[in-house]
């Protein structure tokens, strides 16, 4: 019995011994095939970029304004029409020269201005009218003329292009002037060749007079038809606005020499046009070229009762536009007065 636990002993323990020889011997041998972990180099770090000094950025200076307009190449062709929307949108954010009109004459209020429809602009909207040597013939009768060219201006009524030589007549299309828009002509006419010329121009008050004079911040006139003698001169002087310069060329109502003294106007008394005006007396309704520095952000012309043409002058430009070939016709140089022609397009022969 006990040799036989012996034997049992032992082959148990060296079955268990085999077992860990076994063992030990895979042991060596995963040892021998294991593969070496795998060391990954990190990459080499890029190269220092060098850090350039800080440059202030260069500013471009924003152009300087012409010094006839708050905009530049405002009118590029005074007969294209505007409507009275569209010019809110183009004149939005842009600066006025008078900042007390800014807070009286409010977007909704310059809407609301109406076009002058009597006496018969609108009636006849669309009709043509001729301007002739023959009709203003007619039309003056036996007044006499001042020497020289005459200058006539036809209230509602546009000419055929913006710029007119002199012809034998010119055919003009009737329209109720929108106190925005060049709804009106301003030519030459010279008695002794007898021909006109023609240009785009206005001769009522723009929006922005109209409401202002209403609201009683300044007054706005309408120079009613006739015939004056006005005299060669500038218009104004701006250089409490920062523009130290005056048109020149200009046709003053009164001037040194004389003028056609007090003329009877109609005086802007509601903010929606002309309508129900009062008739009053003007002093200082001059001729001149339609962009000056007082020209507000919404209108296309600067009057607050003068005659104006289309065009504009400043020192350094010069007269330009419709308003430097009127100049060339006119020929104001050495003359002291000149006979100057306002009617309604209405009391023109129909051509």
Known sequence: MAGGGLRRRGIILGGAGAAA???LGAWAWLNAHKKPPVVTTPPPPPPAVPIEPEVAPVLTPEPELPLSSVRPQLIANPLEWESPQAALVRGAGLPWRKTI??????PERWLAVRALTEPGFGARSGAGVLVSDAVLRAHIGERPLKDGPVVFAVRGARPPR???GFAQEYSLAIIPPDHLNFCCTIGVWDPI?????AYAA???PNRTAIVSSALGVQPANMLLPGIFDYTPGSHSNYKKYGFDFAIVGALRQNGVGGGAGALPALRATTPTGMQGASVDKTMDD???CAETPLLEPFDRFSSEGCMVVAGRYTPEEGHSGPWARFLRDARFQDRSQVT?????STALPVG
Do not use: F, R
């Open 193 to 197: 060749n007898q021909e006109v010329s």
């Open 286 to 288: 001059n001729i001149h």
């Open 162 to 164: 913006p710029s007119n």
């Open 101 to 106: 009109l800014q807070e009286s004459v409010t």
């Open 340 to 344: 100057v022609i306002l009617v309604n």
């Open 202 to 204: 206005s001769t009522v």
């Open 21 to 23: 020889a076994a063992g």
